[in-house]
């Protein structure tokens, strides 16, 4: 069965402060994406990772792909309100037999204190 | 990027209804899908289409779902006959030739009453 999993799934942290999403996934794929969803609002793209060792940053946001691990992060720096959202993960299948689809992670809903 | 328009933003109808949902694509676009999402829940693929035909599908579409693109413009998802736990968000998306971000539409709420 193919699993993405995200942790935390739920993350309150002061503004300020560092932390680390972490998405793990259980098939072979060199494509993963993050997205960011505002309460009752659509998904926006943040990074797409398209190979092993990718590394992108945006702003206070960074992430990084490992696909030996099946492991991605995505790293927040001196957190700002602005960037409280659920962030979700989500693995690219196209690379296996032509499977054109995502499989999302469950999401990690991340509010920023002032 | 051009937003993906979606119609109808809203819409409520009681069970054993039909639905149809309304992406309106852009014309460089090669890759739609559609996926939903239950409330306070993930994301779930629905459904893919390329070229004007379905290239994967979950065991979430099942008979009562179908998609087409009727007059080669708009990408149409349609629900025979509603379920209430067909309830959800419906997100539109769509992707260039370089098959690398997936757009999203601001979604149509759909409620099963």
């Known amino acids: 069965e193919l699993k993405v999993e995200q942790n935390p799934l739920f993350l309150s942290m002061q503004e300020g402060k560092n932390y680390t999403i972490y998405c793990n996934y259980s098939?072979?794929?060199?494509?993963l994406y993050w997205y960011r969803q505002d309460p009752g609002k659509s998904l926006e793209s943040l990074f797409v990772?398209?190979?092993n060792g990718a590394v992108k940053q945006e702003g206070r946001l960074m992430a990084s792909l490992d696909t030996k691990a099946r492991l991605s992060t995505l790293h927040i720096t001196a957190a700002v309100h602005d960037l409280s959202a659920t962030y979700f993960c989500?693995?690219?299948?196209?690379?296996?037999?032509?499977?054109?689809?995502?499989?999302w992670g469950a999401g990690t809903k991340l509010i920023i204190k002032p | 990027e051009p937003e993906v328009t979606q119609t109808p933003s809203h819409q409520v109808t009681q069970m054993g209804q039909e639905v149809i949902l309304r992406c309106v694509p852009i014309?460089?676009?090669?890759?739609f899908y559609w996926y939903r999402q239950i409330l306070g829940q993930k994301v779930e693929f629905l459904v893919s289409?390329?070229?004007?035909?379905?290239?994967?599908k979950s065991e979430i579409f099942d008979d009562q779902f179908s998609v087409e693109r009727p007059d080669g413009s708009n990408f149409t998802l349609k629900i025979r006959s509603t379920k209430l736990e067909d309830s959800a968000m419906y997100f539109c998306a769509r992707q260039k030739r370089n098959r690398k971000t997936q757009y999203f539409g601001p979604g149509t709420r759909l409620l099963v009453l």
């Open positions: 014309s460089n676009h090669l890759y």
């Open positions: 990772l398209l190979s």
């Open positions: 098939t072979t794929s060199d494509r």
């Open positions: 989500a693995v690219d299948l196209s690379a296996m037999d032509s499977n054109y689809q995502l499989i």
């Open positions: 289409f390329y070229n004007n035909e379905i290239s994967e």
